[in-house]
């Protein structure tokens, strides 16, 4: 596996691989890798004949210090299961690498990135946005694979490659979760025992909103108490956001559900002593897409 850190190298091994006719599939990650991340280098795998993974935390894409000092970093682990699974480059570029002195460009998509964790986290998807634009350059993959369990993401970032045609396959994978339920997360391991007991009450309150539109129940307001209900049975923890959207535009459901609609959860919860922010809390977020019976499964962001 070659270890890269530098855009003008990255992207001069991505002309040699694409002159000789090779795919490449970029798996952009922030590192502290767990197999939620080892299933997006298998989709990878599926799709291209080389398999890149970029381990950058964005400093951008962080609106609150804390969050960015706590974000766990294990570069050498990651490298280590990189190789394991037969990842072909590792791009681990610097911040300086990345956001050089005098940087000045954004990219910005708009009204989609402003609600849901753009409301919570002002400016994350600009961060976002901006950083995944500069890793396709560098890359200059054809194919980019995401994590469906941050859907809002995927969307923003569906949307920034088809209006900018990037000409890049963007690919989601289905959250991949604990024997217990609780979707993987970096963030995890951040989290109190009794917090990550805790944590539970997500994927809870998702299997019971998803039960009851399955049963025919179609009142927002109903569906959205039923959650709140689930997650206050945790006593430690705090909701950001449970909403419900269109799953395409992420506009507000209307009050009765006409069809399959997006239900997104964001919920705070302590973190451990050990964190280095001083036992700040933890935020995880999870989501499903509910479909009432008879309307259409073939939903993506
Ligand atoms: O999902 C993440 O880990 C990050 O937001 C991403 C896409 C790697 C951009 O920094």
């Not at 998509?109 to 400016?123: D, F, H, K, T, Y």
């Not at 890359?139 to 000409?167: C, N, T, W």
């Amino acid at each position: 596996m070659q270890v890269i850190e530098t855009v003008s190298r990255l992207q001069s091994l991505a002309d040699t691989e694409r002159a000789s006719g090779r795919r490449i599939a970029l798996v952009p990650t922030m590192g502290a890798l767990h197999p939620g991340h080892l299933a997006l280098v298998e989709a990878a795998r599926e799709r291209a004949d080389r398999v890149w993974v970029s381990i950058f935390v964005n400093p951008t894409q962080f609106n609150d210090p804390a969050d960015l000092d706590g974000y766990p970093r294990q570069l050498e682990a990651d490298l280590d299961r990189c190789r394991e699974c037969g990842v072909d480059v590792a791009f681990c570029p610097s911040v300086e690498e990345m956001y050089p002195a005098g940087s000045v460009t954004t990219v910005q998509v708009g009204e989609l990135g402003e609600s849901l964790c753009g409301a919570s986290r002002p400016g994350h998807f600009d961060g976002v946005t901006t950083i995944v634009t500069k890793l396709l350059l560098a890359s200059r993959p054809h194919v980019a694979v995401f994590g469906e369990k941050d859907y809002q993401q995927l969307a923003v970032i569906r949307a920034m490659a088809r209006d900018l045609d990037f000409g890049v396959e963007i690919v989601g994978v289905a959250t991949v979760r604990e024997a217990d339920g609780v979707a993987l997360s970096s963030r995890n391991v951040r989290l109190t025992p009794e917090a990550r007991s805790q944590a539970r009450a997500l994927v809870r309150a998702l299997d019971a909103a998803e039960s009851a539109v399955g049963a025919g129940e179609g009142d927002t307001r109903r569906i959205l108490k039923m959650v709140s209900d689930e997650i206050a049975k945790a006593p430690l923890a705090r909701v950001d956001y449970a909403e419900m959207r269109d799953p395409h535009s992420l506009k507000p459901s209307p009050p009765e559900l006409a069809g399959a609609a997006l239900l997104a959860l964001a919920v705070f919860f302590p973190a451990s002593d050990s964190d280095s922010t001083g036992g700040e809390s933890v935020r995880l977020i999870d989501n499903r897409v509910l479909v009432p019976s008879g309307s259409s499964t073939q939903q993506e962001p």
